[in-house]
């Protein structure tokens, strides 16, 4: 079975950029999560979706983060502009269902802002 | 209070020691309880669920407290594969995503 799959692995951009990263999740896999993990802290949830629906963005920040699951499958995650505190790993999840189930995590994309 | 606590580690233990991990949870209705295992530079994998009557998986053992919110990991005869950073994660409240500690960094050596 495929696991989650995340592109760019890495990405270098100056701040006030725009960045986007891609996920495709787990074939049959209604949620979808990405995750902000900075260096020595564990993964934050920045947003999820439910099918094509989301579920908690509460703690995505909106004035420059924005997310979509057109489809209810690939994702896309867009920061603009981005800032030097937006360096961390963007890790994508799925699972079957949500509100506790078994979570299985992409490779991540490495950013780092200049 | 975060709502996951865990020690803050580094734990630097030679082979064969045994080893434990503490954590600490805010929410008392919390349903679901991990430990997850990220590598230097990978995702996090899962290494196993807790339940409330404890479980085990070969020389790993996790243990639940609901009265005490309260989760433990306890790694016997540890192995220099075992050297990764140990998250330990909970349900926030139904339907919603999974919490995550900071996680504790495990050093094992020969």
């Known amino acids: 079975e495929a696991g989650v799959a995340q592109s760019p692995r890495y990405k270098i951009i100056e701040k006030r950029q725009s960045v986007a990263f891609w996920c495709n999740p787990i074939?049959?896999?209604?949620?979808l999560y990405w995750y902000q993990q900075i260096l020595g802290q564990g993964p934050k949830l920045l947003i999820q979706?439910?099918?094509?629906?989301?579920?908690?963005d509460s703690q995505l920040p909106k004035d420059r983060f924005s997310a979509e699951r057109l489809k209810g499958v690939d994702s896309t995650l867009k920061i603009q502009p981005a800032k030097l505190e937006d360096s961390a790993v963007y890790l994508c999840?799925?699972?079957?269902?949500?509100?506790?189930?078994?979570?299985?995590f992409g490779a991540g994309t490495r950013l780092s802002v200049l | 209070r975060k709502e996951v606590e865990q020690d803050p580690g580094p734990f630097n233990v030679p082979e064969g020691a045994t080893v434990a991990f503490n954590c600490t949870y805010s929410?008392?209705?919390?349903?679901?309880f991990f430990w997850y295992r990220q590598d230097c530079r990978k995702e996090p994998k899962l290494l196993m669920s807790?339940?409330?009557s404890g479980n085990e998986d070969g020389r790993f053992t996790a243990q639940l407290n609901r009265a005490s919110q309260y989760i433990s990991l306890l790694i016997r005869d540890s192995k220099l594969s075992d050297s990764a950073t140990y998250l330990c994660?909970?349900?926030?409240?139904?339907?919603?995503?999974?919490?995550f500690g900071k996680g504790t960094t495990l050093s094992v050596s020969s």
């Open positions: 999840a799925s699972s079957l269902t949500s509100g506790g189930n078994i979570q299985y």
């Open positions: 074939s049959g896999h209604a949620t």
């Open positions: 979706f439910q099918n094509n629906g989301v579920v908690d």
């Open positions: 929410n008392s209705a919390s349903q679901s």
């Open positions: 807790v339940y409330s």
């Open positions: 994660v909970v349900n926030g409240k139904a339907g919603t995503a999974l919490i």
